[in-house]
């Protein structure tokens, strides 16, 4: 069964400390690995789709890359509002796409 | 555009008890989508559809019915509410998918629902 994995459960850090967060993924023919950030109380935002391993896409301070079987979302120095949940999901098949259990990210001032 | 609307955005209902969520999408978007969120669990797909007319199962439909009878609108079901249904019910859309690759999903604010 196909499985998106995201560590860890949840990061704290401090404001310009950078960071990577994980996600592995278990399908063999992906169809997009997908990177959301979700606010509390919010619906789950889009940020980057990547399709092939040694793609890499960059939003200010997020940088997101992708190998065989896993994905980094990389944040450079984070300010506090870079808190939020990150949640990874890859597309398993024409019409699914399934979710990892997220990372909370916390970023103290 | 409004993008994705959920309506309500709260409930509460009691064991028993039927309702309906409502999702619009206003980008002509062919797919749309169930997901329900609890704590620890993720997004956890309930239903689909793949163009107006047409529904199939995701990983967890049992207690839940929906319908798309017009591409703009897809509708969730429970026709009688169990305390295990309490969640974060969220819709999303997006394009069809080509032959190799998905689309990105964009996700309504959701609607939060308690059953007691």
């Known amino acids: 069964e196909d499985q998106v994995t995201q560590s860890p459960e949840a990061l704290r850090l401090q404001e310009g400390e950078s960071s990577s967060l994980n996600c592995s993924y278990t399908?063999?023919?992906?169809?997009?690995l997908f990177w959301y950030r979700q606010d509390p109380g919010k619906g789950p935002e889009f940020l980057f789709t990547?399709?092939?391993a040694g793609e890499e896409k960059e939003k200010e301070r997020l940088k997101a890359t992708l190998t065989k079987k896993e994905s980094f979302l990389h944040i450079t120095a984070p300010k506090p509002e870079d808190s939020a949940t990150y949640l990874c999901?890859?597309?398993?098949?024409?019409?699914?796409?399934?979710f990892g259990s997220g990372t909370r990210l916390s970023i103290r001032p | 555009n409004a993008g994705v609307t959920q309506t309500p955005k709260f409930r509460v209902l009691k064991t028993g008890q039927s309702m309906t969520l409502l999702c619009a999408q206003d980008?002509?978007?062919?797919?749309m989508y169930w997901y329900r969120q609890d704590p620890g669990m993720g997004l956890r797909l309930i239903h689909y559809?793949?163009?107006?007319?047409?529904?199939a199962k995701g990983e967890v439909p049992d207690g839940y019915n929906v319908s798309r009878l017009k591409k703009q609108n897809f509708l969730l079901g429970l026709e009688s509410a169990a305390p295990s249904q309490t969640s974060v019910y969220f819709c999303?859309?997006?394009?069809?998918?080509?032959?190799?690759?998905?689309?990105?999903?964009?996700f309504g604010n959701g609607t939060r629902l308690t059953v007691t």
């Open positions: 980008m002509n978007h062919e797919y």
């Open positions: 399908v063999s023919g992906l169809r997009g």
């Open positions: 999901a890859e597309g398993s098949s024409a019409s699914k796409i399934i």
């Open positions: 990547l399709y092939s």
């Open positions: 559809s793949v163009g107006e007319g047409t529904t």
């Open positions: 999303a859309s997006s394009y069809w998918s080509t032959g190799t690759y998905n689309s990105p999903l964009h």
